[in-house]
Every structure is written in C-alpha cells, then in structure tokens.
Nanobody
Framework: QVQLVERGGGLVEAGGSMRLSCVVT????????MKWFRQPPGKERDFVAA????????DYKANVEGRFTISRDNTKNTVYLLMTDLKPEDTAIYYC?????????????WGQGIQVTVSS
C-alpha cells in the first residue's frame, strides 16, 4: 500500500519559516518525481513546487520562487519543502504528490494534506 504522509505544518507568523516533510512508503522513491501543491481556503488546489526523481530538476510557482525550496532524500524516502519569508497568502492545506510521470493529471499518489497557517 502506497502512503504519503505530510508532516511539519501548523501556525507561524508572517516572515517566519517552516519545513514540511512528505514521508513516502510502499514505492521506491527514487523512481518518482515529486511535487507539492496547496489549496488555500475557498480556492482550488494549485501547484507549488516540483523535483525530478534524480533531484536535478526543480520547478516553482512564480510567487514562491526564491522563498521556497524543494528537496529530497531518497535514502529516507522523504521529500521536503522549506518555506521562508512566509506570508498570510501562503495559508493553505499543503499536499505532496508522487508520480512516475511529470503530470499529476495522468495519475500518481497523493498525501492527505497538512494545514499551514500564516498569521499577519
């Protein structure tokens, strides 16, 4: 059974930092591309960051680039999202995704999500 479990969310003040983890079991992580998405209150889920299965390619949503860093440790079956200079508009439920392809619309696996709240 494949499971993706997000950890590290909670409440942080604006300007602060937070690191999310996504612990993956049931698949060989090094074979999968990984992404983070988020769903703000009342809005649709949206792309945040991506990292290729090798870790050599990363991609970011424009308004988080330079503030967020995605990384992975295949030996720990874990993907991270380091978020710095957090803003109230970063408040959302954050989800991780694993896929053998690059496009989440073609399948893959999702975590259950974790709440991140940034206070002003």
């Amino acid at each position: 059974q494949v499971q993706l479990v997000e950890r590290g969310g909670g409440l942080v003040e604006a300007g602060g930092s937070m690191r999310l983890s996504c612990v993956v079991t049931g698949i060989t992580l090094e074979d999968y591309n990984m992404k983070w998405f988020r769903q703000p209150p009342g809005k649709e889920r949206d792309f945040v960051a991506a990292i290729s299965y090798t870790g050599r390619i990363t991609d970011y949503k424009a308004n988080v680039e330079g503030r967020f860093t995605i990384s992975r440790d295949n030996t720990k079956n874990t993907v991270y999202l380091l978020m710095t200079d957090l803003k109230p508009e970063d408040t959302a439920i954050y989800y991780c995704w694993a896929g053998s392809g690059w496009n989440q619309h073609t399948g893959g696996y999702w975590g259950q999500g974790i709440q991140v709240t940034v206070s002003s």
